[in-house]
């Protein structure tokens, strides 16, 4: 069982990367840095002897850590390609959220320039094709072949998402799967 669920991340991972050269799509240093500052925050790592205790404990070292907030960036940002957001959409998200934009020990929200980008990246998350989704997109296009007859059920699994399955995309946090697995 460990050696099919190895396997088909393996997959997985090559279809995102794939997918992601396809389109033209990378994963910047900044988004990187991003990535690894909201697992940080996430986590309540506020040291880089946190952050090595943190790897240790999960058995992942920085460059493997690397490789899955990368894959995790390129999921979401292939997800989210060719979503737009209108600013009809971005005002009334502020309008209808605006109590959550009420800074700690204020009783105003912050102004709409200030939160825009939060704003539509939430929207986009919204809007994004699930995770599932995307793989099977991926798998499709990319006619993944399994030789060893005892892995051929991964084939049907990537390509054929089950409807409970389905999940939204990764949003930095580092995991052992493409569709919300666990963390490392």
């Known amino acids: 069982m460990a050696g099919q669920q190895t396997l088909q991340q393996m997959i997985t991972d090559q279809l995102i990367k ?11 240093k900044q988004d990187l840095a991003t990535a690894l500052q ?57 309008n209808q959220n605006k109590s959550s934009f009420i800074p700690q020990g204020s009783k105003t929200p912050e102004p709409l320039s200030a939160v825009k980008t939060q704003i539509v990246d939430q929207i986009k998350q919204s809007k994004a094709i699930p995770s599932a989704q995307l793989i099977a997109n991926l798998a499709k296009k990319d006619k993944v072949t399994i030789y060893d007859t005892k892995y051929a059920s991964i084939k049907t699994q990537l390509e054929n998402p089950a409807p409970a399955s389905l999940g939204t ?16």
């Open 18 to 28: 794939d997918g992601a050269k396809a389109a033209n799509i990378t994963a910047t």
């Open 38 to 94: 909201n697992l940080e925050s996430q986590y309540g790592i506020t040291s880089s002897s946190q952050l090595n205790q943190f790897l240790q404990s999960n058995g992942v070292t920085k460059a493997q850590l690397n490789d899955i907030l990368t894959v995790n960036i390129l999921e979401q940002k292939l997800a989210e390609q060719g979503i737009t957001v209108t600013n009809t959409e971005i005002q009334n998200y502020y």
């Open 169 to 184: 995309p990764s949003t930095g946090a580092p995991s052992s799967t493409t569709t919300n697995g666990t963390a490392p």
